[in-house]
């Protein structure tokens, strides 16, 4: 079964400068290579997006060119930096922009993200880590994404200023291993159910529901 993925670097850096977040991508990337998933790696940075809440801003909005990859891979992996404890702005931009899927549905009459998995990868060099994992992964649900257990993987040095990412990749980070591992497969696998199994649609459909409010 062909998967594809799709790891959007929320990166405050345009191409083609280091990135330490690619750096942890790139961990990722190779489980997905070993389990036969194909993927991409893009900076929503190097694209001229508007800020805004709809998936369409007009001419020069460049993000319909992003939505249209996202709706065509089965797994979206929201990758970021951490700065001043929080995701990155570019991160936010891309859910903000996100939101502007409610306004469509699938054949189904579901959330066009329904049956693709979600995950996220965070790097820093200070705490922030689990912040912005939490909040991203609610709102990738809340898109209509499924979440796995352990679909999140990160790396964040010591407290205070200190090496980032590929600066420390010298070292052995054992548990940032091991959670690029959980998360890789775990999101493989659920995509892989929800590719042979789709989440139905619901059997009775309340009369008046597309006048129901999102919650974006």
């Known amino acids: 079964m062909e998967l594809k993925a799709l790891f959007l670097n929320c990166t405050l850096k345009k191409s083609p400068e280091e990135s330490n977040t690619e750096g942890l991508i790139n961990l990722v990337r190779a489980h997905f290579d070993e389990l036969g998933v194909e993927s991409e790696v893009i900076r929503p940075v190097d694209y001229d997006i508007p800020f805004g809440v709809v998936s369409e801003m007009g001419e020069g909005d460049q993000w319909p060119e992003i939505l249209d990859k996202i ?3 089965d797994i979206l992996i929201m990758a970021m930096s951490i700065w001043f404890g929080v995701r990155s702005s570019v991160a936010q931009l891309v859910i903000e922009r996100l939101d502007g899927t409610y306004a469509e549905t ?7 993200m329904y049956n693709k998995v979600g995950g996220v990868v ?12 939490e909040t991203t992964l609610f709102n990738l649900t809340h898109l209509g994404f499924a979440i796995p257990p352990n679909a999140d993987t990160y790396w964040v040095g010591d407290a205070g200023p200190g090496p980032s990412f590929l600066e420390a990749m010298g070292q052995d980070h054992p ?3 091991k959670t690029s591992t ?3 497969h775990n999101v493989v696998h659920l995509a892989r159910i929800l590719k042979e199994n789709p989440i139905p649609p619901e059997g009775n459909t ?8 999102h919650p974006g």
């Open 182 to 184: 959980w998360m890789a």
């Open 71 to 73: 709706k065509a891979a």
């Open 106 to 112: 699938n054949e189904a009459g579901q959330y066009p």
């Open 206 to 213: 309340v009369k008046g529901w597309e006048h129901i409010p």
């Open 122 to 133: 965070v790097t820093g060099n200070e705490d922030g880590a689990h912040a912005c994992s």
């Open 175 to 177: 548990y940032t291993q």
